[in-house]
């Protein structure tokens, strides 16, 4: 459904990732992890149309995203980057609703706002719903932008460290949310995350990138001591642990 063939992309004459090739497949959490600068929010643009590569193709239903339009685009892929943009003024409910706009013509149809109030559930924002999102804690306005991004039903989802500068009961409640919501339907869930033992126990698929490249990848049994030594510079232990694995530094 997904596929990145030979990827080079960046900014200017620099590139940032180089020759990429990944296949998505939906149901899935895919976990991109890696050190600063390796090119983790670089290759979700990419994949956005936001950036354009310099070499290769990204493919959604084997059509390149070259082709689509803004509107097809942001009916395939949804995309919260690490900063975003909202009115202060707006209620929780109008800021969902705005993920509707690549399918509302004129106003909202009754099927639009049936949707949104699911999402609202969903992710528990029921008693914020009219409140303005300004009044909001960094962890609900963070459900918020997610759920935004939920309402345009997007084949695939894309998030940069959504659950940065949050607190541990939010970064598992949202995480848990999203990985219920990507099996339910079917979607493909890239996140860029920092939390290693987080990324262990809520993705299914694991993505190591280093200088923009692809270092490892594979599902939690391929994950060794020596892929988060080279490619963080620190050594570590995993132990397992029921079905996940936990990451303990070793000094």
Known sequence: ???????????????????????????????????????????????????????????????????LSRKKLAKNIAYLPQKNSTSASSTVFETILLGRKPYIIFEPRQEDLKLVENIIYIFGLKYFSFRNVGELSGGELQKVLIARALAQQPKILLLDEPINHLDPKNQIEILKVLKKITSELGIITIIVLHDLNLAFKFADYFIFMKQGKIYAKGDLSSIEDKIIKEVYDIRVKILNVGRSKLLVIDE
């Open 1 to 67: 459904m997904l596929e990145i063939s030979n990827i080079c992309a960046g900014y200017g004459n620099k590139l940032s990732i180089k020759n990429i090739s990944l296949h998505f497949n939906k149901g899935n959490v895919y976990a991109i992890l890696g050190p600063n600068g390796s090119g983790k929010s670089t290759l979700l643009k990419t994949i956005d149309k936001i950036i354009k590569p310099k070499e290769g193709v990204v493919y959604i239903n084997k059509e390149d995203v070259q082709n």
